[in-house]
């Protein structure tokens, strides 16, 4: 091609020779050390392939001298960071959850672990912002079933509710109507009067008629007027928060069916300062007591 | 000894960018420049010493911001996040003042090319100025041109030796002040000095005055034009600034053709005033022949006019055969009309408009900086939350910073919400006092009481207006931010 070459009219300037579909190519000349500059790196380039993973061998690959992998080197950080944040957590294990609370920097050291640990533990049932769903308790607000403490709910983490563990929190809302302890009409009337205790739409003949069935049957854990029990993790009838909905054919399912929801004990799953930074986290939220 | 005229000798020089014969890959051809003197040569070396005495300098003064602050007045530090910059002290967040003065700079950039071609290339570029000031070493140590192109030639001797030795080792001292001085723009001066020296400064300061010496060495002492024409964007980017009445520095080859060597007692009729004495190519530090017209590599610095001048003096010619003129302003002249040079076109009035808009746009944005910011961000996850007693919860985080040098007392209270209670995590009351030059997050809870809550839930309002205020208790200054109130869907 380099026969081709010819000085180009209008710049004066020689062509290199290269010519496609007529577009010539002006001669800007490279300077030689730049071409060095490139052949240099290409012989620095095959030094990679010694100290440095390279080739993809069958089952695995060359590692280089170096023997340096990234993975590693996230492994190494994460153990310095883990070392970083010991002298926090060394406090937070010692420390009573009250003091924890009390302290400012421990504040912040303990609801950003729980937070991280509430995404990757808690989040799937009761949801990313603690925001519950049906049958899986909201934690931001201010109804407790067993306590909105820092010690109450440091405990319900440890060993959970109905979980597996011997020290469990437990009670049995009994299936009234499977069981056949309370007929149809009387679930419907028991249903009628669980409504008017929170003041919601009712009808008042068969809330009168299932007065007593309820004195009968649901006061001894519900509470003169259905006031709740946080000792025996037994609903506040009259406030404005239903776990598993508030109308009547929610109610009349809850009494008829029974209800049960379980939490798992975290005590095997997670550390102790884990557990305590979701206490501090959980009681954060706008309800804890 | 070969003469243009009867007392100017005809330099040996050729342009190193001729036209013809070129070869795919080109050798450096050394460029040795001529000591120039005249009156751009001196604007060239007052612009050298203000540029370097900004550089070297500015780490040094010293700027008084009470007690627990830096009292450097320009200080860049990474550690604490802030940019130190005399009265005026930047936030991360306020990165923006840096990005208005870089578009500020890169507009300047523009206008004073469409008006005077590359000035900044020419006189203001630090690879202009250390390129400059590793010539003058270069003479100061080797000689001027002449005797620089006879060493080079030279076998080596004890002398040469010698020579080169006390070369590199001045150009380096200056590479390692050079890279010295940058690393002080980053830690307190005074300090970081004497650590430099007893080993104490950190790791990465030692590295950055390591490369910084290296590259002003290799690219101000060794590679010198060569970074211009092959690595620099902007020679290929000016020409999009200017136009046919751009001044640049031009050859006047209607007064300079039909150029040749001057005999003593010819008449200068009928030729031109370039007795192709080479004085221009000379001095060029791009080596290159302005004669051949405007061209890439001319980074318009002026000397050349400086040594055809003095070329012009001693043939009894008139100055000025190389000068700033404009394309117009040269064809006006060949065909004996006269020109009026106008710097003020649509090109260049947009460019200062430009400049105007985006300095008003900063000066307001200075103006209206406020000392004591309150950010509001609601919760979106949960929107509100449900009470036991019917009442509705929303939650907010709320970043107070204190950029004053004064611990800041506020009272926080919210405004458009009758009856609606506002309670702080943590916090017994709703007063919070945050650090000087520093950000305090707080959580805050706003509860709007049953009756209020049912009546908007009834009247299917699901947002409601309201606004954090914030009140210094010294000043009695208030910030308001507007934000809403979540409710849940009307039935």
Not at chain 1, 25 to 38: A, I, Q, T
Not at chain 1, 256 to 268: E, K, Q, T
Not at chain 2, 132 to 145: H, P, S, T, W
Not at chain 2, 415 to 422: I, S, V
């Amino acid at each position: 091609m380099a026969e081709n070459k010819r000085t180009d009219d209008v710049t004066g300037i020689e062509t290199t020779g290269h010519e496609w579909d007529g577009i010539e190519e002006l001669n800007r000349p490279l300077p030689k050390w730049w071409v060095y500059v490139f052949y240099v790196t290409i012989i620095w380039s095959v030094g990679y392939y010694f100290f440095y993973p390279s080739w993809p061998l069958i089952s695995d690959y060359s590692r280089g001298l170096l023997g340096y992998s990234q993975r590693m080197e996230v492994a190494e950080d994460l153990e310095a960071a883990q070392q970083a944040k010991s002298v926090w957590r060394d406090q937070i294990g010692e420390k009573e959850l009250p003091v924890i609370v009390d302290d400012p920097e421990l504040l912040r050291f303990a609801l950003a672990g729980g937070q991280a640990a509430f995404g990757d533990n808690c989040a799937s049932c009761h949801g990313s912002g603690a925001q519950g769903f049906v049958g899986y308790p909201n934690l931001n607000d201010d109804a407790w079933l067993w306590g909105g403490t820092l010690e109450s709910i440091h405990t319900t983490l440890l060993y959970g509710i109905r979980s597996n563990h011997p020290e469990t929190r437990f009670n049995d809302m009994l299936a009234f109507g499977q069981q056949g302890v309370l007929d149809r009409q009387q679930v419907e009337d028991v249903s009628h009067h669980v409504l008017s205790l929170s003041g919601s739409e009712h009808d008042e003949e068969a809330a009168s008629r299932g007065e007593p069935l309820f004195a009968d049957n649901c006061v001894a854990c519900h509470g003169e007027g259905g006031v709740g029990n946080n000792e025996l993790g037994a609903p506040n009838l009259t406030d404005a928060i239903w776990l598993y909905g508030g109308d009547l054919a929610d109610i009349r399912e809850s009494v008829w069916a029974g209800r049960g929801g379980v939490m798992p004990a975290w005590i095997d799953r997670l550390d102790d300062v884990t557990i305590k930074q979701l206490a501090v986290y959980v009681h954060s939220l706008g309800g804890g007591e | 000894m070969l003469k243009a005229a009867e007392n100017q000798e005809v330099a040996d020089v050729e342009a190193v960018n001729a036209k013809q014969a070129r070869p795919l890959y080109a050798e450096r051809v050394k460029i040795h420049p001529k000591l120039a003197h005249g009156f751009w040569r001196n604007i060239k070396w007052i612009v050298l010493v203000v540029t370097l005495a900004i550089y070297y300098v500015t780490p040094w003064i010293r700027w008084d911001r009470g007690p627990h602050l830096p009292d450097q007045a320009v200080l860049i530090d990474f550690p604490e996040r802030r940019f130190f910059f005399f009265f005026l002290e930047i936030w991360p967040q306020e990165f923006y003042f840096i990005t208005g003065l870089l578009v500020l700079a890169a507009f300047l950039l523009f206008l004073m090319t469409s008006i005077a071609g590359r000035v900044w290339c020419g006189y203001t570029c630090p690879q202009t100025v250390w390129t400059d000031l590793m010539v003058m070493i270069e003479r100061l140590i080797e000689g001027d041109r002449a005797k620089r192109l006879r060493l080079d030639k030279e076998p080596m001797s004890a002398s040469k030796f010698g020579k080169r030795v006390a070369k590199h080792s001045a150009w380096l001292l200056v590479a390692l002040l050079t890279g010295g001085a940058w690393v002080f723009y980053f830690g307190d001066a005074p300090t970081l000095f004497v650590e430099l020296f007893t080993g104490e400064a950190p790791y990465v300061a030692y590295v950055t005055v390591g490369i910084l010496t290296g590259t002003t060495y290799l690219l101000g002492g060794l590679a010198r034009e060569q970074v211009c024409t092959y690595m620099c964007p902007w020679p290929r980017i000016q020409g999009a600034m200017i136009d046919d009445e751009s001044l640049m520095v031009s050859y006047r080859d209607w007064r300079g053709e039909p150029r040749g060597h001057h005999r003593k007692d010819e008449s200068w009729e009928g030729r031109g005033d370039c007795i192709d004495c080479k004085q221009c190519v000379a001095v060029c530090p791009m080596g290159i022949d302005i004669r051949d017209g405007p061209q890439l590599e001319c980074i318009n610095c002026a000397l050349c006019i400086d040594a055809c001048n003095e070329v012009m003096d001693k043939v009894g010619r008139p100055r000025n055969l190389i000068a700033y003129d404009s394309f117009q302003g040269m064809e006006a002249a060949a065909s004996g009309k006269s020109h009026r040079y106008r710097f003020v076109r649509p090109r260049t009035l947009i460019y200062a408009g430009l400049i105007a808009l985006v300095s008003l746009m900063m000066l307001t944005a200075l103006a209206f900086r406020t000392e004591l910011e309150v950010n509001v961000l609601r919760d979106r996850n949960p929107l509100f939350v449900r009470l036991a007693d019917g009442g509705i919860r929303n939650g907010y985080t709320l970043r107070v910073l204190n950029k004053t040098h004064e611990m800041v007392t506020v009272d926080l209270s919210q405004e458009g919400l009758p009856n609606a209670e506002l309670t702080l995590l943590g916090d017994d009351d709703t007063t919070v006092s945050i650090m000087p030059d520093d950000l305090t997050s707080l959580r805050a809870f706003i509860v709007l009481p049953p009756e209020q809550a049912e009546a908007a839930i009834e009247a299917g309002n699901e947002v409601l207006d309201f606004s954090f205020v914030a009140t210094e208790q010294e000043s009695g200054r208030i910030s308001r931010n507007a934000t809403t109130f979540r409710l849940p869907e009307g039935r």
